[in-house]
Protein backbone atom coordinates (compact mmCIF):
# COMPACT_ATOMS: atom_id res chain seq x y z
CA UNK A 1 0.00 0.00 0.00
CA UNK A 2 0.84 3.25 -0.63
CA UNK A 3 0.48 6.28 2.08
CA UNK A 4 -2.82 7.50 2.11
CA UNK A 5 -3.35 11.55 1.56
CA UNK A 6 -2.66 13.21 4.65
CA UNK A 7 -4.87 16.24 3.82
CA UNK A 8 -2.09 18.99 2.69
CA UNK A 9 -0.36 17.40 0.29
CA UNK A 10 -0.70 18.24 -3.39
CA UNK A 11 -2.76 15.97 -5.82
CA UNK A 12 -1.49 13.93 -8.39
CA UNK A 13 -3.00 15.45 -11.71
CA UNK A 14 -3.51 11.61 -12.79
CA UNK A 15 -6.34 11.64 -9.90
CA UNK A 16 -8.24 13.87 -12.02
CA UNK A 17 -8.60 11.53 -14.81
CA UNK A 18 -9.46 9.02 -12.26
CA UNK A 19 -12.18 10.58 -11.03
CA UNK A 20 -13.82 11.25 -14.22
CA UNK A 21 -13.93 7.41 -14.74
CA UNK A 22 -15.22 6.67 -11.03
CA UNK A 23 -14.67 9.16 -7.94
CA UNK A 24 -14.29 5.63 -6.27
CA UNK A 25 -10.89 5.12 -7.26
CA UNK A 26 -10.10 8.62 -5.66
CA UNK A 27 -11.11 6.62 -2.13
CA UNK A 28 -9.32 3.65 -3.11
CA UNK A 29 -6.32 5.64 -3.88
CA UNK A 30 -6.14 8.78 -1.29
CA UNK A 31 -8.31 7.15 1.24
CA UNK A 32 -7.07 3.60 1.71
CA UNK A 33 -3.55 4.00 -0.07
CA UNK A 34 -4.40 0.88 -2.58
CA UNK A 35 -2.82 0.62 -6.33
CA UNK A 36 -4.63 -0.44 -9.34
CA UNK A 37 -3.51 -4.20 -10.31
CA UNK A 38 -1.20 -3.76 -13.25
CA UNK A 39 -2.18 -5.75 -16.47
CA UNK A 40 -0.53 -6.81 -18.95
CA UNK A 41 -2.10 -3.95 -21.91
CA UNK A 42 -0.71 -1.47 -18.98
CA UNK A 43 2.68 -2.89 -19.06
CA UNK A 44 2.33 -2.48 -22.83
CA UNK A 45 1.69 0.84 -22.70
CA UNK A 46 4.10 2.15 -20.44
CA UNK A 47 6.81 -0.06 -23.36
CA UNK A 48 4.84 1.85 -25.84
CA UNK A 49 5.39 5.33 -23.97
CA UNK A 50 9.02 5.05 -23.59
CA UNK A 51 9.45 4.18 -27.51
CA UNK A 52 7.68 6.66 -28.75
CA UNK A 53 8.74 9.53 -26.36
CA UNK A 54 12.27 8.44 -27.85
CA UNK A 55 11.16 9.18 -31.29
CA UNK A 56 9.25 12.50 -30.17
CA UNK A 57 12.57 13.87 -29.43
CA UNK A 58 14.02 13.81 -32.88
CA UNK A 59 10.95 15.12 -34.45
CA UNK A 60 10.56 19.02 -35.82
CA UNK A 61 6.72 18.13 -35.91
CA UNK A 62 3.92 17.08 -33.87
CA UNK A 63 3.75 13.13 -33.72
CA UNK A 64 5.50 13.17 -37.00
CA UNK A 65 2.64 15.27 -38.99
CA UNK A 66 3.56 17.74 -41.55
CA UNK A 67 0.91 20.28 -40.50
CA UNK A 68 1.97 20.87 -36.60
CA UNK A 69 5.67 22.33 -37.07
CA UNK A 70 6.98 22.65 -33.46
CA UNK A 71 9.19 25.46 -32.72
CA UNK A 72 9.90 24.57 -29.06
CA UNK A 73 9.12 21.38 -26.80
CA UNK A 74 9.29 20.27 -23.31
CA UNK A 75 9.38 16.52 -22.46
CA UNK A 76 8.12 14.89 -19.18
CA UNK A 77 7.76 18.34 -17.59
CA UNK A 78 7.43 18.27 -14.16
CA UNK A 79 4.81 20.74 -12.64
CA UNK A 80 3.24 21.22 -9.35
CA UNK A 81 1.00 24.36 -7.79
CA UNK A 82 0.25 24.75 -4.57
CA UNK A 83 -2.48 27.56 -5.52
CA UNK A 84 -4.24 24.95 -8.13
CA UNK A 85 -3.28 21.88 -5.51
CA UNK A 86 -1.84 19.73 -7.85
CA UNK A 87 1.13 18.00 -8.94
CA UNK A 88 2.06 15.91 -12.08
CA UNK A 89 4.61 15.15 -15.14
CA UNK A 90 3.23 16.59 -18.45
CA UNK A 91 4.21 14.13 -21.52
CA UNK A 92 5.20 17.34 -23.46
CA UNK A 93 4.47 21.35 -23.95
CA UNK A 94 4.87 22.06 -27.50
CA UNK A 95 5.26 25.50 -28.59
CA UNK A 96 3.45 25.69 -32.22
CA UNK A 97 3.62 28.91 -34.35
CA UNK A 98 0.21 30.06 -32.79
CA UNK A 99 0.99 29.47 -29.79
CA UNK A 100 1.51 26.54 -26.83
CA UNK A 101 -0.64 23.33 -26.03
CA UNK A 102 -0.51 20.57 -23.77
CA UNK A 103 0.20 17.03 -25.14
CA UNK A 104 -0.83 14.03 -23.68
CA UNK A 105 -0.24 10.37 -25.44
CA UNK A 106 -2.45 7.64 -24.70
CA UNK A 107 -2.45 4.38 -25.62
CA UNK A 108 -5.47 1.63 -27.03
CA UNK A 109 -7.87 1.99 -29.64
CA UNK A 110 -8.50 6.08 -30.46
CA UNK A 111 -12.29 6.63 -29.61
CA UNK A 112 -14.93 8.36 -31.43
CA UNK A 113 -13.91 11.31 -29.41
CA UNK A 114 -11.68 11.30 -26.32
CA UNK A 115 -13.16 10.36 -22.69
CA UNK A 116 -14.02 13.34 -19.99
CA UNK A 117 -11.17 12.12 -17.89
CA UNK A 118 -8.43 12.93 -20.83
CA UNK A 119 -9.63 16.02 -21.83
CA UNK A 120 -9.22 16.71 -17.97
CA UNK A 121 -6.03 15.85 -17.04
CA UNK A 122 -4.78 18.11 -20.10
CA UNK A 123 -6.35 20.82 -19.18
CA UNK A 124 -5.03 20.59 -15.63
CA UNK A 125 -1.73 20.17 -16.51
CA UNK A 126 -2.27 22.65 -19.27
CA UNK A 127 -3.31 25.55 -16.39
CA UNK A 128 0.02 24.05 -14.28
CA UNK A 129 1.99 24.83 -16.99
CA UNK A 130 1.31 28.34 -17.85
CA UNK A 131 2.01 28.77 -14.02
CA UNK A 132 5.39 27.39 -14.98
CA UNK A 133 6.18 28.46 -18.15
CA UNK A 134 4.64 32.38 -17.28
CA UNK A 135 2.76 32.03 -20.87
CA UNK A 136 -0.71 30.60 -21.97
CA UNK A 137 -1.60 27.58 -23.07
CA UNK A 138 -4.23 27.50 -25.86
CA UNK A 139 -4.73 24.02 -26.89
CA UNK A 140 -5.16 20.49 -25.35
CA UNK A 141 -3.69 17.37 -27.94
CA UNK A 142 -4.42 14.19 -27.14
CA UNK A 143 -2.79 11.39 -29.18
CA UNK A 144 -3.84 7.79 -29.34
CA UNK A 145 -1.65 4.98 -30.42
CA UNK A 146 -0.95 2.75 -31.90
CA UNK A 147 -2.91 4.19 -35.00
CA UNK A 148 -2.18 7.82 -34.43
CA UNK A 149 -5.15 9.60 -34.23
CA UNK A 150 -4.78 12.75 -32.92
CA UNK A 151 -7.51 15.05 -31.24
CA UNK A 152 -6.99 19.05 -30.69
CA UNK A 153 -9.06 20.93 -28.43
CA UNK A 154 -8.90 24.77 -27.29
CA UNK A 155 -8.88 25.15 -23.42
CA UNK A 156 -12.21 27.55 -22.27
CA UNK A 157 -12.68 29.25 -19.18
CA UNK A 158 -15.22 26.68 -18.46
CA UNK A 159 -12.62 23.71 -18.73
CA UNK A 160 -10.56 25.57 -16.37
CA UNK A 161 -13.63 26.36 -13.49
CA UNK A 162 -14.30 22.65 -14.27
CA UNK A 163 -11.02 21.48 -13.00
CA UNK A 164 -11.34 23.79 -9.29
CA UNK A 165 -14.48 21.74 -9.15
CA UNK A 166 -13.26 18.51 -9.77
CA UNK A 167 -10.25 19.58 -7.33
CA UNK A 168 -12.71 20.73 -5.09
CA UNK A 169 -14.42 17.42 -4.85
CA UNK A 170 -11.59 15.45 -4.88
CA UNK A 171 -10.38 16.75 -1.72
CA UNK A 172 -14.09 16.16 -0.20
CA UNK A 173 -13.94 12.72 -0.79
CA UNK A 174 -10.06 12.71 0.79
CA UNK A 175 -11.08 15.06 3.63
CA UNK A 176 -14.37 13.18 4.97
CA UNK A 177 -12.88 9.62 3.76
CA UNK A 178 -16.33 8.60 2.62
CA UNK A 179 -16.78 6.53 -0.26
CA UNK A 180 -19.05 7.11 -3.12
CA UNK A 181 -21.55 5.52 -3.94
CA UNK A 182 -21.36 2.95 -6.85
CA UNK A 183 -22.64 3.46 -10.34
CA UNK A 184 -21.74 -0.02 -11.84
CA UNK A 185 -21.79 0.29 -16.20
CA UNK A 186 -20.17 -0.83 -18.54
CA UNK A 187 -17.17 0.58 -18.16
CA UNK A 188 -17.21 -1.71 -14.89
CA UNK A 189 -15.80 -4.63 -17.49
CA UNK A 190 -12.36 -4.74 -16.96
CA UNK A 191 -11.36 -2.41 -14.77
CA UNK A 192 -8.70 -3.06 -12.74
CA UNK A 193 -10.41 -1.80 -9.41
CA UNK A 194 -13.18 -4.67 -9.41
CA UNK A 195 -11.13 -6.73 -7.09
CA UNK A 196 -11.69 -3.88 -4.19
CA UNK A 197 -14.95 -2.36 -5.38
CA UNK A 198 -16.73 -5.79 -5.42
CA UNK A 199 -15.82 -5.74 -1.80
CA UNK A 200 -17.20 -2.29 -0.56
Do not use: N
Not at 105 to 121: C, D, E, L, N, T
Not at 150 to 172: C, G, N
Amino acid sequence: MSKPYGGDELIPVTWVKQFHYCPRIVYFLGVLGVQERVTESMAEGKAMHAAEDSREARRLTLGGGRRLRVLRRWRRLWVSSSRLGLVGVIDQVVELEDGLAVVEVKYGSAPRRPPSGHVYQATAYAMLAEEMLGKPVRWIILRYLPEGETFIQPITDQMRRHIKWTVRRIKKILEEEQIPRAKPGRKCTGCGWQWICRKT
